[in-house]
């Protein structure tokens, strides 16, 4: 990869399975309008708890703002999936890894989208505390692999720190 490119390797079902929840979660975010949804609420906390007058005036400011800001972040990271997609989901596919060019000026939108990801999962299985879930329990395989693909782009984000102090 170039200095303005960073490579994510991840397996070729891992492609699949994000662009998938990439999807799943574009389609949550927009059929949010208007209607409650505790799992899109996770994406828009409210700073102001022991305040719900505030708390819904900034909501109301910033509600729409902040969910398309997740949907145009999923799009980056779905951008950036898409060349590995061609359409024929081929569990038996042979490759052992494909590297995910990732933009550096894209890495935020990637942080951003698997934690949102991982706030919606959570939302559905009543998840409040990271560690609260019994690891044991497959329903929270996919919210456990998030998370390790998350420290892994964090370990790559904050590399691009390191070296950018070094300069």
Not at 12 to 21: F, G, N, R, S, T
Not at 36 to 46: Q, T
Not at 129 to 140: G, K, M, S, T
Not at 152 to 159: E, T
């Amino acid at each position: 990869m170039t200095a303005r490119t960073i490579s994510f390797r991840l397996a070729p079902i891992e492609v699949q399975h994000l662009a998938a929840l990439i999807d799943q979660l574009t389609e949550v975010i927009a059929a949010a309008d208007g209607h409650p949804d505790p799992a899109v609420d996770r994406l828009v906390p409210a700073p102001y708890p022991d305040d719900p007058d505030a708390a819904e005036a900034f909501a109301a400011a910033t509600r729409d703002d902040l969910l398309d800001r997740r949907t145009a972040d999923a799009a980056i990271v779905r951008g950036a999936l898409s060349p590995f997609l061609d359409g024929d989901d081929d569990p038996d596919d042979e490759r052992e890894h494909v590297d995910v060019a990732i933009r550096v000026v894209d890495i935020d939108s990637w942080l951003r989208t698997i934690t949102a990801l991982r706030l919606v999962i959570a939302g559905r299985l009543g998840i409040t505390i990271d560690d609260e879930h019994d690891l044991d329990d497959p329903r929270f395989g996919v919210y456990d692999w998030l998370a390790y693909r998350l420290d892994g782009l964090i370990a790559i984000a904050d590399g691009l720190d390191d070296a950018r102090d070094q300069a």
